[in-house]
């Protein structure tokens, strides 16, 4: 086992050619948002009064499934007490906070009347009976949990530093007393991420017969709580794998790969329930016709689920950090097509047989946002201590 030293910055260059082309991707995407900020929904998008919701929703509800790793990890390393994974929680945690971060940006773009997005804190909007209004809640919550979370490391920074003593001061004691009470904030948030986990899914139930049936189930919300658990450690291994690659470094396959074991396990949970819900229900009969919701579904299925789960059942893919990060990979594309399916290529509005594409400000301003999260991680990880950096550190 590689000896580790506690989480420091990485001495690397932040500048380099893949960099400059996320801030080109992210200045085309804030060109895109200001002309829909400009004009309009109307102006810069396809939806309509049949397709309220397009790609952007999707976006939202793919950053917030991917970034469930910040939950599971937190839960095994800190619940759990497995204290072999402590090395993936500071990632984990970045990861969590930079998606649901761009999951309230892209929110915002996708709001008609965007300005009213804090309203659900007044007590005069509050509705128990709206699974939106829920989610909102919780996605609010779970936010001030993970930049809570995050404050460790942003006082471990200053005191580090001895160029402003009183800030160093400042920055010690909020540390002490956010060590003592953050094992609140760990379990807050594991319970606040499951609550709209689920509550994401139940939306979409209330869409009824618009949605198709392969789709559709009354526990569609236990389905997007399963899916969101199962997706948490592969998306934290494919960052943890492909980050360390990105930064030079050979990934800590001493600790990834025992955490893959769990793969196999969670993702065939909730492939169980999934089948299991289709022979119930018998929607299996759907997969006979020929369209573009059974060949999605065939897909998500087979290569966001079967595939993964065949290939991170043996040892030799486990060991190996390219074959695991095809694995990781797989499965996070499975997620993400899941919830698109769910929430545009199975959603079948009444009275239009037209089909919904995202316009091309649609597509500018969801690349913009991927690109803007994989840049502020990249400039979190160099100047804040993240990452357990082995003793010695090794080169590509």
Same mark, same amino acid.
């Given at each position: 086992?590689? &000896? ?14 893949g ?17 829909r ?5 109307r ?6 009064? $049949? $397709? ?15 970034? %469930? @790793?910040?939950?599971?990890?937190a839960?095994? &390393? ?17 990861l969590?906070?930079? @998606? ?5 940006v ?5 709001? @008609?009347?965007? $300005? ?22 919780c ?22 530093s ?15 007393i ?51 658990? %199962?997706v ?11 980050? &360390? ?8 396959m ?5 955490? %893959?074991?769990?793969i196999?396990?969670?993702?065939g ?31 998500e ?32 594309f ?8 769910? $929430?545009?290529i ?21 690349? @913009? ?26 080169? &590509?």
């Amino acid at each position: 086992m590689t &000896a580790h030293s506690p989480p420091a910055p990485v001495n690397r260059k932040l500048l380099t050619p893949g960099v400059y082309g996320l801030l080109g991707l992210i200045i085309i995407g804030l060109i895109f948002g200001a002309y829909r900020f400009f004009f309009g929904l109307r102006a810069s998008t396809n939806l309509n009064q $049949y $397709y309220p919701w397009g790609i952007w929703i999707v976006a939202d509800v793919s950053f917030i499934a991917l970034a %469930a @790793g910040g939950f599971t990890t937190a839960a095994i &390393a800190h619940i759990f007490h497995r204290s072999h994974y402590h090395l993936l929680a500071r990632p984990a945690l970045v990861l969590a906070l930079l @998606g649901y971060t761009s999951a309230c940006v892209v929110l915002a773009a996708d709001l @008609g009347k965007y $300005y009213n997005i804090w309203h659900p804190l007044l007590p005069r909007c509050w509705q128990g009976n709206s699974a939106l209004y829920e989610v909102g809640m919780c996605v609010m919550c779970y936010l001030i949990v993970l930049y809570v979370e995050f404050l460790p490391v942003v006082c471990e920074y200053f005191m580090n530093s001895d160029r402003r003593p009183r800030l160093k001061a400042i920055c010690a004691t909020v540390y002490r007393i956010a060590e003592r009470t953050m094992f609140l904030f760990i379990i807050l948030g594991v319970g606040i991420s499951c609550l709209h986990q689920s509550s994401l899914g139940n939306v979409m139930v209330l869409a009824a017969d618009r949605l198709h049936p392969l789709w559709q189930t009354p526990i569609l919300s236990l389905l997007f709580l399963i899916s969101a658990a %199962a997706v948490g450690f592969p998306t934290v291994i494919f960052m943890a794998i492909y980050g &360390a690659w990105a930064l030079r470094l050979q990934p800590r396959m001493h600790v990834i790969g025992p955490l %893959a074991r769990y793969i196999p396990i969670l993702l065939g949970f909730y492939l169980a329930f999934k089948l299991g819900d289709m022979l119930i229900r018998r929607s299996y009969v759907h997969l006979a016709e020929l369209s573009l919701q059974n060949a999605s579904f065939l897909i998500e299925i087979g290569l966001g689920l079967v595939a993964p789960i065949l290939m991170t059942l043996s040892r030799r893919v486990r060991r190996s950090p390219q074959w695991l990060c095809v694995a990781t990979a797989l499965t996070m594309f499975g997620v993400v097509l899941n919830r698109a399916n769910v $929430y545009w290529i199975g959603y079948r509005p009444l009275y239009t047989d037209t089909m919904y594409f995202p316009s091309l400000a649609e597509w500018g301003v969801t690349v @913009g946002a991927v690109a803007g999260m994989l840049f502020c991680w990249r400039a979190i990880v160099t100047y804040l201590p993240v990452v357990s950096l082995p003793h010695q550190t090794r080169t &590509a």
